[in-house]
């Protein structure tokens, strides 16, 4: 089960994780006071809600694990599961949050349809939001632009016709726009230590 959020009209990238955090901590919070009676019977604790989650882009993460670690590996595309459980401890401990963003994951290594960061090509306008020992909430900022998605599903490989309904709207013009997804399940095991 997955619940999708898309914005339009967005203004910026840090508009669109404002909302990321928002919606992601306040789910939370809002399920943990709905079922308080609930989690306490199945001994679950509620996560720690910071006023402010801490965001790292993934290479600032991976230079936090390696310092952590005592290890060099400071360049792979994604983050593992240990990664996160390892981050998520990090921001337990240093911001007395269970919630952790991470942006700017390489391009290549997301959607076709992923913004590339316009300082850095390389790196895309894209995060996930970590709860508690994993990655609950992925998603990024949208490419909006017929030309620009046409350019980057062909740079893949893709063939056009496969895409057509997708890109439909897209010739017509499309408001700055981006959003995210959840995994009901990971966010429930998660929160019930299962």
């Known amino acids: ?3 999708d959020c898309e914005f339009s009209f967005i203004e910026s990238f840090d508009e669109l994780l404002d909302y990321l955090e928002e919606v992601g901590t306040g789910m939370i919070k809002k399920a943990a006071e709905y079922s308080k009676k609930e989690m306490e019977m ?3 604790e509620k996560p720690l809600i910071p006023t402010k989650v801490p965001r790292l882009t ?18 792979d595309p994604d983050l593992t599961p240990e990664d996160e459980k390892d981050i998520c401890a990090w921001a337990k401990k240093e911001h007395k949050s269970d919630f952790v963003t991470i942006t700017h994951f ?5 959607a076709f349809y992923t913004m590339p960061d316009p300082k850095e090509e390389a790196s895309s306008l894209s995060f996930d939001l970590l ?14 632009d017929y030309k620009r998605l046409i350019e980057s599903i062909e740079k893949r490989g893709g063939k056009l016709s496969d895409f057509e309904i997708y890109l439909q709207s897209f010739k017509y013009g499309m408001p700055p726009e981006g959003g995210f997804a959840m995994g009901i399940e990971r966010i ?5 230590g299962l």
């Open 58 to 75: 993934l290479r600032e993460a991976q230079e936090k694990l390696a310092e952590i670690r005592g290890t060099e590996r400071r360049y």
């Open 131 to 144: 709860g508690v020992s994993s990655e609950w909430i992925t998603g990024g900022q949208r490419i909006n």
């Open 42 to 44: 199945l001994g679950a």
């Open 188 to 192: 429930t095991k998660d929160l019930l």
């Open 106 to 110: 390489p391009t290549k290594k997301r």
């Open 1 to 3: 089960v997955q619940m």
